[in-house]
């Protein structure tokens, strides 16, 4: 069964971008433009990792990040963005992972794998 990825990112090229590229390595790919839409979709389609942006309109990543772990404290989250100085915010400590954004996705894709990887291993243990 294919795994789902919310995607989180108010960019449209962005969000097309990585709706594509995590298609190729065979994930599901839901996608939202902000905090808003990404709680709406946790909500009804349950993603098993979820990749947010923090700039966004709306809602913005920070204030998501902590609504989406009051929701559901078993999904991995990978906090994605281009500006460094939020990974001194306590509050993304909250997520498993804080990337930078890059033309390279392969950090991106090796550690959504890693993440759904662990959070089966772990799901098997209990």
Known sequence: MK????VVEDDDGLRGLYKEELEEEGYEVLTAKNGKEALQALGKEKPDLVVLDIVM???DGMEALG???GKDKTVPIIL???HPGYQEDFMS???NAYL??????SELKQKIKELLE?????GNAG
Request: overall charge positive; cysteine-free.
């Open 80 to 82: 994605h963005t281009s």
């Open 100 to 105: 930078l954004k890059s033309a390279d996705l």
């Open 118 to 122: 662990r959070k089966r291993q772990e």
């Open 93 to 95: 400590w909250a997520a």
């Open 57 to 59: 309109p709306v809602m």
């Open 3 to 6: 795994k789902k990825v919310l």
């Open 67 to 69: 609504r989406i772990i």
